[in-house]
């Protein structure tokens, strides 16, 4: 006889401890089973090489719902908050960008930048309401909650005033290359928006859709970036620790082998070491893919819907590369004080589009673009004295490589990669100690999700609000009973953001009741 | 000097069917065309000897039937002929037929998956779907969804009920389709690269976006939503060539008593006191009317044929950035004879239908890459046919005109205007890409035509060579299109309509922009609605 | 690389040359792409052939797939509404499959042929859906529509037909059961089914075969009646039979365009075939779903006064208030039953046996035109229904 709990939370990555600590808080005994040593999913902190810590996958804070943190009582200890940004110039002419402000552009980008923060992040307010609710049903016979909260969305956009409204409507499905140019002269300042709003996805600034991506970047903080201290698992850490201090039973290194299927719904779940557990409810914070074809199984859901899944979208282009450094590299035109800084290597939209088309092939991109922080300047833990740890996600690395990815196509890329760091920071190759490089296909094997995707699933309007992971399934119940989402491949996405987590605790306890 | 009740501004297919509805109704409206020659992109040239090119548009689909048959164009002399099937060649040899009989049209597909020639059946009925609820607001004027006037609201509510009447599942997908790329949307479909390469052609056709681009999905509707006497999705040959069309609702239009002058260009349509007042001429001649229809894109019509003066400042802005890019080119050769395609069977059912070069997704995608770059596609996806294979009329008998457009081909080549030569190279490319499928095409040229966006916009006065008059991206279609707050066919000023493609529904010889500006314009004047409704289905 | 281009024209059956010499009428028509008769000689014989003694009607086109491998009956009891866990090995089961929505995309026939191994017969074709179906499982769907032609047995003579053939045993074989025999060296599969509501079997071979084996039976079937038949007898028969068709008495789901247009089992009457207690399988939410809240349809047999095919009527609970509640999808005079029958479509909540509508029939004599508001009574039993078709062994004719 198995041990039962009310649920059993597959996955310790943050939106599946945020879950379980709500339904633990709510009354509920919970199980969470992580496959990894460690919590946190993809939002841990690991020694790459001996002294040296890095945030291994996310490595900033921006998106982390304010309603998440209210729930928790989570107030996370930050190493750096409001961080800047610089976009790196060739020639030393860095743009530096703070969320409101931009410097080292002409006044009318200043100007214009204003204007601009300002209308994304009061687009981005919207969305926000709308990333904290479960996704409404669109059919005839619809709930009356589901009625109200369309109602609300199309009131909420009215309420923007006839300008907006019409701006809003306009934006949210274009590309963010466009209205960077028409709005900007500066090739800087434009990348830094191409970046911010392609990083983790399979879009150029010129994909229609980037708009949605930014506006999703920013609908948490508006923008400011921060540095949780000791690494993005002290988040983690913490929130485990809020779920267990609500009930939550955390067990790590059990990888979950399958969900447990019994007259056409779920019963609980069977380790990899053949242990089983039992529960009526299991919610999953793996990916879709990982969850239905591998846990769940096709067999046990429909045709369509498997095929729906299937097609999601979640091939990842964001690798991740790690170095300890001697000391830290010069930057012409950056002081030593800047380096807690973040640093972005996207010198302008085309620079980043020109990325991009390497990914549609199955290439890496021969100028890859860059986001860089430097985490041990601003938090010393994370190296030995007067070392130091970059930490860089680099893009476009396919997950399919065309030549497949291999120990040799692993160093081609590495190698190439510094070397363009290098074009920045001269000293930079004879600085490093050690590294670590994690292609998709690494984030994949390491922190099990499919496609190594970090938002389980392309953030695009087609896998968005209603049609996220899949049409009909948006709710965060799976057409099979008793099976739950609670990660980034459910609304809203991915980030370090929680509102999956949340949404999903708070679906879970509005339509099962306690057995 | 007389004065007329409207003048409407450019005799393209929408300002003609426009002019032709005002004149219907009564009033007494004149038409100006800059060249000597009517029809702007719906024309037949004769630009060599006994030919008759369609330099621009080419083949027919999307005129809307109920004008067709409302505007009595066939007494008119409008004869559409359907034309069946194509190919793709392929690189190996080999080739992808599309038959137009469906049984065939399996088994070809079956020659390379049995499970992509039974999808097509899935993915036609999924796109009809698609077509059948887009078809519906063909011929209404898009809702203003800031609006609380009864007739917007009301609108609305038909757009939603409509949507909701697909059912759960289907609004679902609909969602997807007007937001997916059209690769993403094959890839749900088809496993066979030659078999998505060739549906994706659709998806891109006058669009500066590349297959992979989300949004590219409903491009691919906006080239299915048509049809030739109710066959949805199929295409035919303008007898005599496009001109016949602008020919037809030019002479619907006199009919009416409506007059037209061509060689007429506007300098500028003039303003007082927030109010039209008729058009300049380039000769300085002043023509006066309270209403002007300009059936040129809204950039043309705004940044060229006003005084920025007379526009608010926002309004201009916005048309700047509206998006009208030049994506595409055209060659029009007069053929000796008819090329040989060995690939082909001899005697192949189609060597009639259209043809095309580019065999896989990453080859059409990396023609896109090119123009981002700021030139045309070292390997363009062309779309050829040669229409003379059924309509004996534009081509001395055993001689035939051939029409390839071309994409993508920008309107400007890295940022500076074309040169004469850069324009020859882009039709060397395209005339060295057929002949590798072709060995005798080459000798059988007598005289090629090459337009770039340059030549286009010189000519038909499209910006930028823009085919559809803007981008039918979403943030330019519907109640977007052309600008936000003003996609009611009614300009910023009194008296002042838009109805050409940069307006609902968009580009294409639909005449559907035409017709529904008319509506307004009567709506405004207080007089009876004479424009045909939708045929309607069930 | 020349590449040979595909058939142009309708395929011919490996039974074709046999069936020009028989033909008489010379109309055909497309069946899957295949030339299919009408009739040979006559159809009212020939429908009287299956009804009399035995009529052979050529299944070639159907289309056929054999599904194999570890997972085969797990995909197919996915893939259909039916346990197929209950059909053995040697049995034939008539299932609907389903989209997740609960529409019926088709219905076929399954023969479980040895265990494990399947075919599925159906008439239109779906290798996308089986491709789709089959995402995350172990098995093999092989299209062997062109490689194997089969003749469809059926009336009272063909047991006997069979018999003479030399198809010893086959007095054993139950309805829905299916065996093989050894004919000159290749395995002539035989099952005891049909879409005819009467004695019969369905022979299937391999296409080299296809001439010895119509040769044999129809010299086996001289003293018997033997006849080949066309389309429109079999039609006839399966209205009699009370047999559904696709695009007939409903639209395969996945090529229906509007909404309401595609029908579930339940309202296809077909609710025997949908086994609740079976934890999954495509549509069962929806199916479950539609049985606590209500079919929106129900198909119907009507029995009809009179003697005028109620072709492409609408159908009124209400003669006066003239509010259709359905209309007719198939309708024949059946001169077996001398019935004027008809299957039909009516909203829920008409069509319960017994019920009385009314159809509203137009027809047509000498270019003259009637209507006449034929009383209908809804009857639950097949309308042609003989215990010969069940009878094993069963008799000689």
Redesign the interface.
């Known amino acids: 006889m198995s041990e039962r709990y009310d649920a059993i939370v597959v996955g310790a990555g943050h939106n599946g401890l945020i879950c379980a600590s709500l339904l633990g808080k709510a009354g509920r005994k919970v199980l969470v089973l992580e496959a990894n040593e460690q919590v946190g999913g993809a939002a841990v902190t690991r020694e790459f090489a001996s002294g040296y810590s890095v945030s291994s996958c996310a490595h900033l804070l921006y998106q982390l719902q304010p309603q998440v943190q209210k729930d928790l009582g989570l107030k996370p200890d930050l190493a750096a908050d409001g961080m800047s940004t610089v976009v790196l110039s060739p020639e030393g002419n860095h743009v530096r960008l703070n969320e409101k402000q931009v410097s080292g552009v002409s006044e009318e980008d200043a100007a214009e930048y204003q204007h601009f923060y300002k209308r994304m992040t009061r687009f981005a307010d919207l969305l926000r309401t709308y990333l904290n609710k479960m996704p409404p049903r669109l059919a005839k016979n619809a709930s009356k909650s589901d009625m109200l909260t369309l109602a609300q969305l199309g009131f909420d956009i009215r309420r923007l005033g006839k300008v907006e409204m019409q701006e809003f409507l306009r934006l949210i499905g274009m590309n963010i290359r466009d209205e960077a140019v028409e709005r900007f002269e500066s090739g800087l300042l434009r990348g830094a928006i191409s970046l911010d709003a392609t990083l983790g996805t399979h879009l150029g600034p010129r994909s229609p859709n980037t708009i949605l991506t930014y506006l999703y970047r920013l609908a948490g903080a508006h923008g400011k970036i921060s540095q949780p201290k000791g690494g993005m698992s002290a988040v983690t850490e913490a929130l485990a620790h809020s779920a267990r201090n609500n009930g939550a039973v955390i067990r790590t290194g059990m990888p979950v082998k399958r969900i447990v299927i019994e007259n056409g719904r779920v019963a609980g779940v069977k380790t990899e070491g053949g242990e089983t557990f039992s529960s009526s409810l299991v919610v999953s914070n793996a990916d879709p893919k990982t969850t239905i074809m591998n846990l769940v199984k096709a067999r046990n859901v429909e045709t369509q819907f498997t095929h729906r899944i299937h097609h999601i979208r979640s091939k990842g282009n964001a690798a991740k590369l790690h170095l300890a450094l001697d000391g830290l590299p010069a930057i012409d035109g950056i002081e030593k004080r800047e380096f807690g800084d973040r640093f972005l290597i996207a010198p302008d939209d085309n620079y980043v589009e020109r990325a991009f088309n390497h990914a549609k092939y199955g290439e890496t991109s021969i100028k890859p673009v860059f986001e860089i922080t430097f985490p041990s300047f601003r938090d010393s833990g994370l190296a030995p004295a007067g070392k130091h740890v970059m930490s860089a996600i680099v893009q476009y690395v396919p997950y399919e490589l065309r030549e497949g990815w291999s120990d040799k196509s692993r160093a081609a890329f590495q190698e190439l990669a510094i070397d363009t760091l290098a074009e920045y920071m001269p000293d930079l190759p004879d600085r490093i100690t050690a590294t670590e490089l994690l292609t998709p296909v690494d984030i994949e094997e390491q922190f099990h999700i499919s496609g190594g995707h970090w938002h389980h699933g392309e953030l695009t309007l087609d896998q968005f609000l209603f049609t996220r992971p899949v049409g009909g399934a948006a709710q965060y119940a799976m057409p099979l009973d008793g099976l739950y989402l609670c990660g980034a491949g459910a609304h809203p996405g991915g980030g370090v953001s929680g509102a999956a987590g949340r949404n999903a605790a708070r679906a879970i306890l509005k339509r099962e009741a306690v057995v | 000097m007389k004065t007329y009740d409207a003048i409407v501004v450019g005799a393209g297919h929408n300002g003609l069917t426009n002019a032709a509805y005002l004149a219907k109704s009564g009033l007494d409206v004149l038409c100006l065309e800059k060249n000597d020659y009517i029809g702007g992109a719906t024309v037949s040239r004769n630009l060599y000897k006994d030919w008759y090119y369609s330099n621009c548009s080419y083949v027919c689909s999307l005129l809307r039937p109920e004008i067709f048959r409302d505007l009595d164009l066939a007494r008119h002399g409008l004869q559409v002929t359907p034309y069946g099937g194509g190919t793709v060649f392929m690189e190996n040899g080999d080739y992808l037929g599309n038959y137009p009989n469906a049984e065939v049209h399996y088994r070809e597909y079956a020659r390379f998956s049995k499970a992509d020639a039974d999808a097509y059946e899935r993915y036609s009925a999924d796109t009809m779907r698609q077509c059948r609820f887009i078809r519906d607001f063909l011929l209404r004027t898009p809702p203003d969804p800031t609006s609380f006037k009864p007739k917007d609201l009301r609108e609305l509510a038909h757009l939603g009920a409509k949507f909701y009447e697909m059912g759960e599942q289907r609004m679902y997908d609909t969602i997807r389709f007007w937001t997916m790329s059209v690769a993403e949307y094959l890839d749900e479909y088809f496993e066979t690269d030659v078999i998505k390469a060739a549906l994706s052609g659709s998806g891109i056709i006058g669009t500066a976006l590349g297959i992979h681009s989300p949004g590219t999905a409903y491009v691919l509707l906006h080239h299915y939503m048509g049809d030739v006497d109710g066959n949805m999705g199929a295409w035919g040959y303008a007898r005599g060539g496009m001109g016949s069309v602008a020919k037809a609702i030019c002479s619907a239009f006199q009919s009416y008593g409506g007059e037209l002058r061509t060689d007429a260009g506007v300098e500028q349509i003039t303003v007082s006191n927030k109010k039209v007042t008729g058009v300049a001429l380039t000769t300085g001649e002043e023509i006066k009317a309270p209403i002007v229809v300009s059936a040129m894109d809204v950039k043309r019509t705004f940044l060229k044929c006003m005084d920025k003066n007379d526009l608010d400042e926002d309004f201009y802005r916005r048309v700047k950035n509206f998006k009208i890019r030049g994506s595409s080119g055209k060659l029009n050769i007069a053929l000796d004879g008819l090329p040989t395609f060995p690939a082909l069977p001899k005697g192949s059912p189609l060597l009639d239908g259209d043809m095309h070069f580019i065999d896989s997704m990453e080859r059409m995608e990396r023609a896109y890459d090119d123009w981002k770059e700021g030139t045309w596609s070292k390997d363009p996806y062309v779309d050829m046919v040669i229409p003379t294979v059924c309509d004996p009329t534009m081509a001395p008998p055993g001689k035939h005109f051939m029409s390839c457009f071309v994409q993508y081909c920008p309107a400007q080549v890295e940022g500076r205007d074309w040169t004469d030569e850069e324009r020859d190279q882009f039709g060397q490319t395209v005339i060295d890409q057929i002949s590798e499928y072709s060995p005798d095409f080459k000798d059988l040229i007598l005289h090629c035509e090459v337009r770039t966006p340059r030549e286009i916009e010189n000519e038909a006065g499209l910006t930028e060579g823009n085919i559809f008059h803007g981008e039918l991206t979403m943030d330019q279609l519907m109640f977007n299109r052309p600008i936000p707050g003003y996609a009611q066919y009614r300009g910023p000023v009194g008296g002042l309509y838009m109805c050409g493609s940069s307006n609902h529904p968009g580009g294409g010889v639909m005449a559907a922009p035409g017709c529904n500006a008319a509506r307004e314009i009567l709506t405004d004047l207080k007089r009876p609605d004479i424009t045909p409704v939708n045929f309607g289905d069930d | 690389?020349?590449?040979?281009?595909?058939?142009?024209g309708?395929y011919r059956s490996p039974f074709y040359p046999r069936q020009a010499e028989l033909d008489r009428l010379f109309q055909w028509h497309?069946w899957?792409?295949y030339a299919t008769a009408d009739g040979f000689y006559d159809t009212d014989l020939e429908y009287f052939s299956i009804r009399n003694s035995t009529g052979v009607f050529d299944l070639t086109p159907m289309t056929k797939y054999r599904i194999t491998g570890p997972?085969s009956l797990?995909?197919i009891n996915?893939?259909v509404t039916r346990d197929m866990s209950k059909i053995k090995p040697g049995r034939v089961a008539y299932a609907v499959w389903c989209?997740?929505?609960g529409q019926v995309i088709d219905d076929g026939t399954i023969f479980h042929l040895k265990k494990g191994e399947y075919r599925l017969c159906s008439q239109e074709?779906?290798?996308?859906?089986l491709?789709?179906?089959a995402?995350?499982?172990d098995v093999t769907i092989v299209?062997e529509t062109m490689d194997v032609c089969g003749l469809a047995v059926q009336g009272p003579t063909s047991f006997s037909i069979l018999k003479t053939m030399g198809l010893d045993g086959i007095e054993n074989l139950r309805p829905f059961g299916l065996t093989h025999f050894d004919f000159q060296g290749a395995e002539l599969m035989v099952s005891r089914t049909g879409f005819t509501g009467d004695l019969g079997y369905e022979i299937w071979i391999t296409n080299d075969k296809a001439i010895e084996l119509w040769d044999a039976l129809f010299d086996a079937g001289k003293n018997y009646g033997i006849m080949a038949m066309g389309t429109d007898a079999l039609e006839h028969s399966r209205i009699e039979a009370g047999f559904i068709a696709a695009y007939i008495d409903f639209l395969p789901a996945?090529?229906?365009?509007?909404?309401?247009r595609s029908r579930s089992p339940l309202e296809l009457g077909l609710e025997w075939l949908v086994d609740f207690k079976k934890?999954?399988?495509?549509?069962?939410?929806a199916l479950a779903e539609e049985k606590r809240s209500g079919s929106t349809w129900r198909l119907v047999k009507l029995d009809i006064e009179g003697n005028k095919p109620a072709h492409h009527s609408y159908i009124y609970a209400n003669p006066k208030t003239k509010k259709e509640v359905g209309f007719i999808t198939s309708a024949a005079w059946s001169p077996v039953c001398k019935q004027n029958i008809a299957l039909g479509t009516v909203r829920v909540p008409h069509g319960n046996v017994g019920e009385k509508l009314f159809v509203e029939i137009y027809y047509q004599r000498e270019m003259h035109w009637s209507r006449v508001m034929a009383e209908a009574t809804v009857v639950d039993k097949p309308f042609w229904d003989p215990p010969r078709k069940r009878a094993t062994p069963p008799g000689p004719f």
């Open positions: 690389m020349t590449v040979q281009e595909v058939e142009q309708r497309d899957k792409g997972d797990a995909f996915r893939l989209d997740d929505q074709r779906h290798m996308a859906w491709r789709m179906s995402i995350g499982m299209d996945d090529a229906t365009v509007r909404s309401g934890p999954n399988f495509n549509g069962r939410r």
